[in-house]
């Protein structure tokens, strides 16, 4: 506004005046030209509307002629402004917390011109908060932990409440927090909301959960301020407090002497008040005298202690065993080791029950050696076993005969002595495993041990060639030339390794044309002992190697190497040579060449079959029954069936016999050129026509017919019968009317039918004449 208007700020209901909170009475003073802030009160309850405040002008003189113009943030609607006197009412209730100011602009122009007095002026009204909102927790409900057996003042959680009333006017949003619920377990910090513990030893064991009501209140806490409250639930984390504890200090089992190795005898479980990994033991044997003979586990899942068996039980040898067992947590906690030992132990006794054992055999296994000459019924060793109970039951020994099935060996009941039935061969079988069996008499209680006999070799078998030796020798080959290195095998295997000598046969000795060198290295040379070999005088050669090993007793046997005469250049390389040796040179041996001489003919006799079948396929029957229409005729290579053969046609096909083809020729014989096909008449078919000379009309076309088959046939008719209401539909019955036709008409029909008409009307003008 310009320096002409001035405003009042009245919001007692008179105008004369309005009382702050502090008691100062507000009264209405000319403030110039200096505009400031219109304040108003939120939530306003009265029935009338709300005074704001006062526009003046110094223009107006009170003559009615000044008119007030307010614009901006809720003007005509929100604010109203009276034109006349320049009074300002809200008419509506305001909330500061939906906003807090409105920005208006206000004006005076003259009523008559509509001009301004004055230029338009800004001013905010401001609204005043009021305690109207209670202070809300982020949270309905928190939910936190603390461990057990904190110390006094350990901060828990802490709780936050806000106040959506104005902060910066008056204690309306300032919070204070208090527990209401909860004490004297813990306590809150009123400014910052933090829980703490209040009592020091709070033990889990005694008191887990615990629900704390926290409350929120503003005005600082004051008479009269609001307040909200939320539920604070706590629980007590476990720590490791507790030592673990046996429930009782003696324990008894009982374990067969025949329970296996690792399997359990009993358990034992200690407590523990903790939970989780503090309440986690450890099982132990500390003493006694089984802690050798048992052993205990700890069960992760339910922390049990389990003892099982370390060593076989014995029931003869010992029948109780004390041990001592402790256990402790695994999860320590340095606080509390002065409330002492984290760990305790018990007595446990367990009991070795008698059960009727097997008989034992003093080895788990046995290992026997024979020589392969020895003879029938020598001992080669023997078993024992003892039945471990305290009868001391007689034993008997017998062969598990699955074991050992050629009957080589048997055993001695009584004395578990092992002997030979037959004779051994190790070339054979240089081990034999065979299983005893030793079965108590009363209760029949048996075991069984794995023997294994190893057969010793002697020399008895001579040595032989490696290989089955042939080679050829050139014509023109030279005295003293090797032709061939031959080496020897030997199915004995003596201690130091086989030595073979070679040499050539004392027989051949004399005028020999060939001789044999020892290399000293288990083989030997094959020489010529002349000049020249003539192939057409003798093409092949016998060479008698004899050899023998450098064992005792020695062996020897004479080997036959086969030499073939060829022709070879100067090279040594061979050009011609008989047909069995370049077979041999080519590495073919006889077995070879008559296997590839059976897989020929075997060849040969399937392709011979192979074509026999297919000429045999195409070779047609003499009769089709199936596609010839002519399948009635049956033919016999003698006088024939007679009447009563009714299986060899079908009498069907005649059903229609009209569609008989006349010109088809028979299959079932030779068709001859000089008796050409008979054209039979049609058959006239009337209404009353008599079957019998239809039968017979046919009997005398298969007479007539020279092609018919000189044997006996049997054809058998159709008939159709009469009183058909379609009538005969066939052609067959238009040559008995066929002089009664007028076939005149036929020259009507125009010069494509003059043709048909000559012919018919023709034979109609003959027939007048």
């Not at 704001?52 to 609607?77: E, P």
């Not at 078993?383 to 699955?402: C, E, F, G, L, N």
């Not at 092949?540 to 004479?558: C, R």
Request: charged share 25%; proline share 5%.
């Amino acid at each position: 506004m310009q320096p002409a208007v001035w405003f009042d700020l009245l919001h007692g209901p008179t105008g004369a005046g309005v009382a702050t909170a502090e008691g100062v009475t507000l009264k209405r003073s000319k403030r110039g030209w200096m505009w400031n802030q219109f304040f108003l009160l939120e939530e306003y309850t009265g029935s009338d509307y709300q005074y704001v405040g006062k526009l003046h002008s110094d223009q107006d003189r009170g003559d009615g002629t000044v008119k007030y113009i307010l614009n901006g943030d809720g003007a005509g609607s929100l604010f109203l402004i009276d034109e006349n006197s320049g009074d300002i009412h809200a008419t509506k209730r305001l909330d500061r917390e939906e906003k807090a100011y409105y920005t208006l602009r206000a004006q005076a122009v003259n009523k008559k011109t509509g001009w301004p007095l004055e230029p338009e002026s800004e001013f905010i009204i401001k609204i005043h908060d009021i305690n109207d909102n209670e202070p809300k927790f982020s949270k309905d409900v928190y939910t936190a932990s603390v461990p057990e057996m904190s110390d006094v003042g350990t901060s828990v959680i802490q709780v936050t409440a806000t106040d959506a009333d104005d902060a910066t006017y008056g204690n309306s949003a300032k919070v204070v927090y208090s527990i209401l619920q909860g004490q004297p377990y813990f306590s809150v910090e009123p400014d910052t909301g933090i829980i703490r513990t209040a009592l020091s030893n709070m033990n889990r064991e005694s008191r887990e959960n615990y629900q704390v009501v926290i409350q929120a209140k503003d005005m600082a806490g004051q008479m009269g301020g609001l307040s909200g409250t939320t539920t604070v639930s706590i629980t007590l984390w476990d720590v490791n407090d507790n030592p673990p504890r046996f429930p009782q200090g003696v324990y008894q089992f009982s374990a067969p002497e025949s329970t296996e190795v690792g399997s359990p005898v009993g358990k034992i479980k200690a407590t523990d008040a903790d939970v989780g990994k503090n309440a986690e033991m450890d099982y132990s044997i500390i003493g006694g005298d089984g802690i050798d003979v048992f052993d205990i586990v700890t069960d992760t899942d339910s922390q049990e202690g389990v003892i099982t068996v370390k060593k076989p039980l014995d029931y003869e040898k010992k029948k109780m065993y004390v041990l001592k067992v402790q256990v402790e947590n695994i999860h320590l906690d340095p606080r509390f080791l002065s409330k002492g030992p984290f760990k305790d132990t018990a007595t446990v006794k367990i009991t070795v029950e008698d059960v009727d054992e097997p008989p034992n055999f003093e080895r788990p296994s046995y290992v026997m050696e024979v020589k392969e000459d020895a003879p029938i019924g020598s001992i080669i060793g023997s078993v024992s076993a003892t039945d471990p109970d305290a009868s001391r039951s007689p034993v008997r020994y017998s062969i598990d005969r699955r074991t050992e099935m050629h009957w080589l060996f048997n055993v001695h009941a009584g004395n578990g002595s092992i002997f030979t039935l037959e004779a051994l061969d190790r070339e054979e079988h240089s081990w034999h495993n065979i299983s005893v069996v030793a079965t108590e008499f009363n209760p029949k209680q048996s075991s069984r041990v794995p023997v294994y006999i190893r057969v010793l070799d002697i020399n008895d078998n001579a040595p032989t060639f490696a290989d089955v030796y042939e080679t050829f020798v050139c014509e023109n080959a030279k005295d003293g030339q090797r032709i061939q290195t031959v080496s020897a095998m030997d199915a004995d295997e003596p201690v130091g390794g086989h030595k073979f000598f070679f040499s050539l046969a004392p027989e051949a000795s004399v005028k020999a044309n060939f001789s044999v060198r020892d290399n000293r290295d288990n083989t030997a040379g094959i020489l010529t002992r002349r000049s020249g070999f003539n192939r057409l005088q003798q093409s092949s050669y016998l060479v008698p190697v004899v050899i023998s090993d450098g064992d005792y007793p020695m062996q020897s046997s004479t080997n036959t190497l086969t030499v073939h005469v060829c022709a070879c250049d100067r090279d040594g390389n061979m050009k011609a040579c008989s047909a069995e040796a370049l077979l041999r040179s080519a590495g073919l041996s006889t077995g070879a060449l008559v296997a590839i001489l059976l897989c020929v003919i075997i060849l040969l006799m399937i392709v011979v079959l192979f074509a026999a079948l297919r000429r045999q396929k195409k070779k047609e029957p003499l009769i089709i029954s199936k596609e010839d229409v002519r399948d009635n005729v049956v033919s016999y290579n003698d006088e024939g069936g007679g009447e009563e053969d009714t299986q060899a046609f079908d009498i069907g096909t005649l059903r229609n016999p009209e569609a008989i083809e006349d010109n088809k020729q028979r299959r079932d014989i030779v068709p001859e050129s000089l008796y050409p096909p008979v054209r039979r008449a049609p058959v006239t078919s009337r209404e009353n026509t008599d079957v019998r000379d239809f039968i017979s009309q046919r009997l005398q076309d298969n007479d007539a017919d020279p092609t018919a088959p000189p044997y006996d046939s049997l054809a058998t008719y159709a008939y159709e019968g009469n009183g058909s209401v379609a009538e005969s539909l066939s052609s067959l019955g238009s040559a008995t009317t066929e002089g009664d036709h007028d076939y005149n008409y036929l020259t009507d029909w125009g010069p494509r039918f003059r043709k048909l008409a000559d012919m018919y009307g023709g034979e109609d003008s003959d027939r007048e004449s």
